[in-house]
């Protein structure tokens, strides 16, 4: 999805609940999982932890938004729309330079 002005703002609670539901999400998909913790270097075991860590949820959202049919999938399994999850992906990311938020 392109930065371009038509990506809502959430507030924190909203990105969290978005995370939160990401997380139970992965946690229903065993593959997808296995993919993430693959890419992150995260053990299961330490997911607990990890979820505390504004970077882990960048980096899980992030997950999502890097591949389409991923976030169609968790978007058409949880009702959450896409342009949501963008939002949520630039809450708990630093703007880029392509932002216009510098």
Same mark, same amino acid.
């Given at each position: 999805?392109?930065?371009?002005?038509?990506? #809502?703002?959430?507030?924190?609670?909203?990105?969290?609940?978005?995370?939160?539901?990401?997380? #139970?999400?992965?946690?229903?998909?065993?593959?997808?999982?296995?993919?993430?913790?693959?890419?992150?270097?995260?053990?299961?075991?330490?997911?607990?932890?990890?979820?505390?860590?504004? #970077?882990?949820?960048?980096?899980?959202?992030?997950?999502?938004?890097?591949?389409?049919?991923?976030?169609?999938?968790?978007?058409?399994?949880?009702?959450?729309?896409?342009?949501?999850?963008?939002?949520?992906?630039?809450?708990?990311?630093?703007?880029?330079?392509?932002?216009?938020?510098?």
């Amino acid at each position: 999805m392109q930065r371009d002005g038509r990506i #809502g703002k959430v507030d924190a609670g909203q990105a969290e609940q978005t995370a939160a539901a990401i997380l #139970g999400w992965l946690a229903g998909e065993p593959d997808m999982l296995g993919r993430f913790l693959a890419l992150s270097g995260l053990q299961a075991d330490q997911l607990r932890h990890a979820v505390n860590d504004s #970077g882990f949820l960048a980096g899980m959202v992030d997950f999502l938004m890097s591949h389409e049919p991923t976030l169609m999938a968790f978007c058409e399994a949880t009702g959450t729309k896409p342009e949501t999850v963008a939002a949520v992906s630039l809450y708990y990311t630093r703007p880029g330079l392509d932002s216009g938020q510098y």
